[in-house]
């Protein structure tokens, strides 16, 4: 028992922050704010304006996400934001995201 203090002390400091995202997570979260910027905003979808998003996502990134990953959020991301719509809180949500991290790279 004289070992559980320093043993839950070393566990809390070497633990994730409370509000850390996977890389998935994280990768999905970019790829949110991308799409709702090309539906809401009309963001284009040229090869220039891709580049600069994928370098900017690639420099915050924490972890990496598969190839595979990565289509399959895609994917799932513009047929939710689609369904989701402009007005929805979702893409309230990243359309923020987007201003705040991503549209200073374009």
Known sequence: MKYALPMLAVLVAF???AGAQSPNQ???SYVDAVEAA???RDLPSDQMT???LS???ATRMQGEVSAGDKLQIMTA?????KAAGCGSAAATEALAR?????????
């Open 15 to 17: 633990s994730a922050p």
């Open 26 to 28: 994280q990768y999905k």
């Open 38 to 40: 090309k539906l809401c």
């Open 50 to 52: 891709e580049d600069k």
């Open 55 to 57: 370098r900017a996502i």
């Open 77 to 81: 991301s513009r047929d939710q934001m």
């Open 98 to 106: 987007f201003d705040r991290e991503l549209a200073g790279s374009l």
